[in-house]
């Protein structure tokens, strides 16, 4: 049972990544799931949910209107389009289930000129 | 948006001996079910979190008995009976009774 998250990097101020984590040996259709993130040193702060159907979504007010997280159930994916990046979205982003007891290895996103 | 506020933010401890963290919400975290949704992380150096304890007192899979948690009124307090060299990291308290999630600020703990 694991989570793994792809597509971190570096981006200049303005542009844009999505991010992917790949779900496996659970049932990822039934759940909730979210992202958190991690700037360097700092502690974690929650950025978006996403419910079984990818019909309802949350977000932090902080990224409200420039991510957008979706999923498709039947590649097992949870995503996270992130628009309009900023130096202070510079975090490790982790995907997390509802119940909280799985999180991935994280995927570094670094916004910097 | 709840306010998870959490204290101390360091704590250093002699192997076997106790340590005790605190995290304060702004808010009863009870649901309508009467679950108390409020649980403790341990993020060891490197790493990502990882679940300790779920609704504010149930163990999670593979968690030593040592660790243990409880609540009084909107208090919730996380507890190693004698704190081993594996306890080390960073403990993150957080409420998921609703979004946005919160956590508190995190406690360092180290050995003396």
């Known amino acids: 049972v694991q989570l793994v998250e792809s597509g971190g990097g570096v981006v200049q101020p303005g542009g844009s990544l999505r991010l992917s984590c790949e779900a496996s040996?659970?049932?990822?259709?039934?759940?909730?799931m979210h992202w958190v993130r991690q700037a360097p040193g700092k502690g974690l702060v929650w950025v978006s949910r996403i419910d079984p159907h990818g019909r309802v979504t949350d977000y932090a007010a902080s990224v409200e209107g420039r991510f957008t997280i979706s999923r498709d159930n039947a590649k097992n994916t949870l995503y996270l389009q992130m628009n309009s990046l900023r130096v202070e979205d510079t975090a490790v982003y982790y995907c997390?289930?509802?119940?909280?007891?799985?999180w991935g290895r994280g995927t570094l996103v670094t916004v910097s000129s | 948006d709840i306010v998870m506020t959490q204290s101390p933010v360091s704590l250093s401890v002699t192997p076997g001996e106790p340590a005790s963290i605190s995290c304060r919400s702004t808010q009863s975290l009870q649901h309508v079910d009467g679950k108390d949704y409020l649980d403790w992380f341990l993020q060891k150096p490197g790493q990502s979190p990882q679940l300790l304890i779920y609704l504010a007192s149930n163990r999670a899979s593979g968690v030593p008995e040592r660790f243990s948690g409880s609540r009084s009124g909107t208090v919730f307090t996380l507890k190693i009976s004698r704190v081993e060299a594996e306890d080390v990291g960073v403990y993150y308290c957080m409420q998921g009774l609703q979004a946005p999630w919160t956590f508190g600020q995190g406690t360092k703990v180290d050995l003396k």
């Open positions: 040996r659970f049932m990822f259709n039934d759940f909730w």
């Open positions: 997390v289930t509802e119940s909280a007891d799985l």
